[in-house]
């Protein structure tokens, strides 16, 4: 009972209720759900491709030592040999026919014998595998589809602030005949959702020849309904009075929108931005049916196509994989306030 | 900066002339204009092309030159000679996709927001570094479908993490994705893992809404915490549990892009989906049949037409409720 009493100990307030621990308990079981299997991910990926076939898998890269061998082209995998005497020795494996191995001394190659499997046993050694990474950019095509996914998320964030911005102008700053209409229209899009159009936006697209074009993703997705409603209810906050002023300086309408305005929404242009950014980046349905060439994949279609393929090399598809999540986790590392309550505030992902 | 100011500048003649067409107040349709655009020919005009694709039948990707076909494409996906023996139906992959789905969204919405509110509940306790732990369960909301597939297909593969786990307990590796039950188990799974961090935000932010001082005049009261739980927190945290609910219903519905890259919606048809029947037979089979990939996503669009009914029914409900109370 003193140990717990010990562990329980708080500064001040009276000591740990035991919901604190469960609570506490909960917390690290969740963090543990949460983060190991992408912690395990993150780890495979720097296995080589012997060690990523090994079972039963360990978390760290562990691949068997090898050494070169004077008069052997390969390197050859090192084993501790468990001689008849007991004494045990270091060496390397010429070849295995059946349950008999040829053994070489690594360091004098004519000091050869003939052992049982069963009495060597292989050296692990701690080894990243680095280059599945670098492999990644020259042995295939991958430098194209990081483009394409940056270019998509880039370009397409950039139109989404600039059309929706525009309209949260229009419709928090000026009062015209079928504004609420507009308004309506545009939210009611929040409604529908793309899985249910996805026929007939195919045929769209194909008729306005943005079949296989990297715009034909762009496009169809740079007016969100989200992003017109955040940006509106910011700029309702903006006082009327600044832009009375501005319009008594002769200042143009567009002027306004863009020196005034903008400006004045920078918190809630952020947010739409971060958003934007991930929406893009994670799309995953439309580019499956409007990018159907390798060459204008993205990351998400090239890692689908890649783990269907018949012989799955995990070794590149996993490092591929964390390529693909670190932007992701980066901007969640720093933005992490502004993500959560952005999406409290607004009830939209 | 420059470059910026150059960009719209350039745009700058375009709402001069704008205005001087329109006046000032009609200039709000040149702003909303772009907006609409877009949703006009990429949202509602395929509304319509739609009922157009789902009326007539043909391969052909050009909607007036498809033959008229009425009814017919709802009948193939609707009729069985024997409504008890699904191998009957005309499209018997159809109903398995319904059924899939319907199964599918009870047990993954279900459990989801009742793991949500449990780690609301504990979210909302006092504990140290919050902002920490609240990010924790929310991070791999932000992941990409496909990226969450891999990192379970990873894990659950035949020489994976888990089967090392059961050989160690001296167990029979069990084949986690192609065994039909299993790979069910683990589409409801990876969906709850990836998503309940949403919901989770959501109704954390209605718990931290109910005043304090209603728990302190409970423990005044000397009532129990289960009974502050139930006569407090519940009723007041209804409204968010409806939105939740509902909300996570229509995004089950359409579940498609994790289960698509985790299981293809094997083994068999065990975890094929509405979305991916769509999919299929409009896009990935050998004959594209349009029409009957559009008449499935309107009667799916019925489905979230009825959720949504249902949203505001359950909402006005409990706001009368509230009232009455």
Same mark, same amino acid.
């Given at each position: 009972m003193?140990?717990?009493?010990f ?7 009276q ?6 621990v469960?609570?506490y308990a909960?917390?690290f079981?969740?963090l ?11 780890a495979s990926?720097?296995k ?10 360990t ?13 052997h082209?390969k390197p050859?995998p090192?084993f501790?040999v ?5 004494q045990?020795?270091e060496m ?12 070489v ?12 499997i069963?009495?060597r ?10 280059n599945?990474?670098?492999?990644l950019?020259?042995k295939f095509?991958?430098g ?10 880039v370009?397409a ?18 009062r ?7 308004f309506l ?7 529908i959702?793309?899985t ?5 936006v195919f045929?769209v697209?194909?008729q ?9 993703v ?9 992003g ?16 009375e ?6 200042a ?16 809630a242009?952020a947010?739409?931005?971060i ?5 893009r980046?994670?799309d ?6 409007v990018?159907?060439q390798?060459?204008?994949f993205?990351l ?7 783990q ?14 964390v390529i693909?999540?670190l932007?992701?986790t ?5 933005l992490?306030r502004?993500?959560?309550t952005g999406?409290a ?5 | 900066m ?7 500048d ?19 349709w ?7 655009f ?11 092309i739609n009922i157009?694709?789902?009326t007539?039948?043909?391969v ?6 498809r033959?008229?076909?009425g009814v ?10 024997d ?5 009957t139906?005309r499209?018997d992959?159809? &109903? !398995? =996709? ?8 009870? *047990?993954?919405?279900?459990l989801? +927001? #009742? $793991?949500?509110?449990?780690?609301a ?5 006092k504990?140290?570094?919050?902002g ?9 909301v932000l ?10 297909k990873?894990?659950l593969?035949?020489?994976g993490v ?11 590796p ?7 039950g299993?790979a ?9 893992w990836?998503?309940m961090?949403?919901?989770t935000?959501?109704?954390l932010?209605?718990l ?10 409970a ?6 915490? &289960? !009974? =502050?739980?139930?006569r407090?927190t519940?009723?007041?945290? *209804?409204?968010?549990?409806?939105? +939740? #609910? $509902?909300l996570?219903?229509?995004?089950a519905?359409?579940?498609?892009d994790?289960?698509?890259?985790l299981t293809?919606?094997?083994?068999g048809?065990a975890?094929t ?7 299929q037979?409009?896009f990935?089979e050998?004959i ?14 019925a ?10 029914r359950?909402?006005?409900?409990s ?5 009455g109370?």
């Amino acid at each position: 009972m003193k140990v717990l009493d010990f562990l329980l100990r708080t500064r001040g307030r009276q000591r740990l209720h035991w919901t604190d621990v469960l609570t506490y308990a909960y917390l690290f079981v969740g963090l543990f759900m949460m983060f190991a299997p992408v912690l395990w991910l993150v780890a495979s990926s720097f296995k080589t491709e012997s060690a990523i076939g090994q079972f039963p898998p360990t978390f760290l890269p562990y691949s068997q030592k090898t050494v070169s061998v004077a008069g052997h082209e390969k390197p050859l995998p090192l084993f501790i040999v468990t001689l008849d005497g007991g004494q045990q020795r270091e060496m390397a494996q010429v070849n295995r026919i059946g349950i008999l191995a040829t053994m070489v001394d690594a360091a004098n190659a004519q000091d050869s014998m003939q052992v049982n499997i069963n009495q060597r046993k292989p050296v692990y050694e701690l080894k990243f595998a680095w280059n599945n990474y670098t492999d990644l950019f020259g042995k295939f095509t991958f430098g194209t589809y990081l483009w394409n996914s940056v270019f998509i998320t880039v370009v397409a964030t950039l139109l989404t602030l600039l059309f929706n911005s525009m309209a949260a102008f229009a419709l928090s700053k000026y009062r015209f005949k079928g504004q609420k209409t507009v308004f309506l229209l545009i939210i009611s899009t929040l409604m529908i959702p793309p899985t249910i159009i996805l026929v007939p936006v195919f045929l769209v697209i194909n008729q306005v020849g943005l079949l296989n074009n990297l715009w034909g993703v762009i496009l169809p997705a740079v007016a969100t309904p989200t992003g017109v409603f955040l940006l509106r209810q910011y700029m309702l906050t903006i006082p009327d009075e600044l832009i009375e002023a501005a319009r008594m300086d002769h200042a143009s309408e567009w002027r306004i929108y863009w020196r005034i305005v903008l400006p004045l929404s920078a918190p809630a242009l952020a947010v739409l931005a971060i958003f934007s950014v991930m929406w893009r980046w994670n799309d995953f349905l439309l580019p499956l049916i409007v990018l159907s060439q390798s060459e204008h994949f993205t990351l998400q279609l090239a890692l689908n196509s890649f783990q269907g393929e018949l012989n799955t090399q995990w070794n590149y598809l996993l490092a591929m994989t964390v390529i693909t999540l670190l932007p992701v986790t980066i901007v969640f590392a720093f933005l992490q306030r502004y993500i959560t309550t952005g999406i409290a505030s607004a009830g939209v992902k | 900066m420059r470059f910026l100011s150059f960009f719209f500048d350039l745009l700058e003649p375009i709402f001069r002339l704008g205005q001087r067409w329109l006046g000032l107040s009609r200039l709000g349709w040149l702003f909303v204009a772009p907006n609409l655009f877009v949703i006009g020919v990429f949202t509602f005009l395929p509304i319509l092309i739609n009922i157009l694709y789902a009326t007539t039948g043909g391969v052909n990707l050009f909607p007036f030159e498809r033959p008229f076909t009425g009814v017919e494409n709802f009948q193939i996906l609707f009729e069985c000679r024997d409504y008890l023996d699904l191998s009957t139906c005309r499209k018997d992959v159809f &109903w !398995r =996709a319904i059924g899939n789905t319907l199964k599918f969204s009870v *047990m993954q919405v279900g459990l989801m +927001v #009742l $793991v949500s509110l449990i780690t609301a509940l504990v979210l909302n306790r006092k504990i140290i570094g919050r902002g920490f732990w609240r990010g924790v369960f929310f991070y791999p909301v932000l992941l990409s479908p496909v990226v969450v597939a891999l990192i379970w297909k990873w894990l659950l593969q035949s020489q994976g993490v888990f089967n090392a786990g059961l050989v160690a307990a001296d167990m029979t590796p069990i084949e986690w994705l192609t065994d039909a039950g299993w790979a069910f188990f683990w589409t409801v799974f990876v969906s709850i893992w990836a998503h309940m961090g949403f919901y989770t935000l959501i109704l954390l932010a209605g718990l931290q809404a109910i005043p304090r001082d209603l728990y302190e005049a409970a423990e005044m009261d000397r009532a129990s915490p &289960w !009974r =502050a739980f139930s006569r407090i927190t519940l009723p007041l945290l *209804m409204p968010n549990l409806i939105v +939740v #609910l $509902v909300l996570a219903a229509i995004r089950a519905v359409q579940v498609f892009d994790e289960v698509f890259v985790l299981t293809g919606g094997g083994p068999g048809s065990a975890t094929t989906f509405i979305v991916q029947f769509i999919y299929q037979t409009g896009f990935a089979e050998q004959i594209h049949l349009y029409g009957l990939a559009a008449a499935a996503s309107l009667a799916l669009a019925a489905f979230l037409v009825v959720l949504t009914l249902a949203q505001l029914r359950l909402t006005r409900a409990s706001e009368a409720g509230q009232k009455g109370r």
